[in-house]
T-cell receptor, first 114, second 113 residues
């Protein structure tokens, strides 16, 4: 029940296209859902995050869509650029649970072709 | 404002040995969490330290242990190394214990041979 599922495992998109990564969770106690971007040799960096009281959050070219009833959320990258090529992780956590921290999905390797 | 610094960046150890990894938290952050990231997988929570005490633990055996110092820096110790311990070990610091405002370091790549 603590697992976060993520798909696809890898994604190839042309420059200017839309990249879509999907995640699903089981534990309804999760109430904070961040997306992290990781480049080779670097630690994950927070990209954007959402709470279940909203259905969508947009920051620049990045949008999170959240479906509470389906227990699913997704990351949309508009106008994908070669510099977006990285591994993306969705994650989930429970507020107030100071010792639990994040449960991460297995990651999606995005390649944006020039 | 400095970020999270981890040392060493790479390390090779022999099975059965012990290893200590170090982490300096971001300025102003008082909580440190450690994650293990196996190749091609997402990070997995090992444990968290707040006010120098372990404040939560993931599904890792007792041979994984840690410390947090008064300056909020932290160590991860692994005893009796196994081949499966080969991974990237990530340290993340934050101001509160809830995981918000996490800053990850670049990690220590541990190889056990």
């Amino acid at each position: 029940q603590q697992q976060v599922k993520q798909s696809p495992q890898s994604l190839i998109v042309q420059k200017g296209g839309i990249s879509i990564i999907n995640c699903a969770y089981e534990n309804t106690a999760f109430d904070y859902f961040p997306w992290y971007q990781q480049f080779p040799g670097k630690g994950p960096a927070l990209l954007i995050a959402i709470r279940p009281d909203v259905s969508e959050k947009k920051e620049g070219r990045f949008t999170i869509s959240f479906n509470k009833s389906a227990k699913q959320f997704s990351l949309h990258i508009m106008d994908s650029q070669p510099g977006d090529s990285a591994t993306y992780f969705c994650a989930a956590s429970m507020s107030g649970n100071y010792g639990q921290n994040f449960v991460f999905g297995p990651g999606t390797r995005l390649s944006v072709l020039p | 404002e400095t970020g999270v610094t981890q040392s060493p960046t790479h390390l090779i150890k022999t099975r059965g040995q012990q290893v200590t990894l170090r982490c300096s938290s971001q300025s102003g952050h008082n909580t440190v969490s450690w994650y293990q990231q196996a190749l091609g997988q997402g990070p997995q929570f090992i444990f968290q330290y707040y006010r120098e005490e372990e404040n939560g633990r993931g599904n890792f055996p007792p041979r994984f242990s840690g410390l947090q110092f008064p300056n909020y820096s932290s160590e991860l110790n692994v005893n009796a190394l196994e081949l499966d311990d080969s991974a990237l070990y990530l340290c993340a610091s934050s101001l509160s214990g809830g995981g918000y405002g996490y800053t990850f370091g670049s990690g220590t790549r541990l190889t056990v041979v």
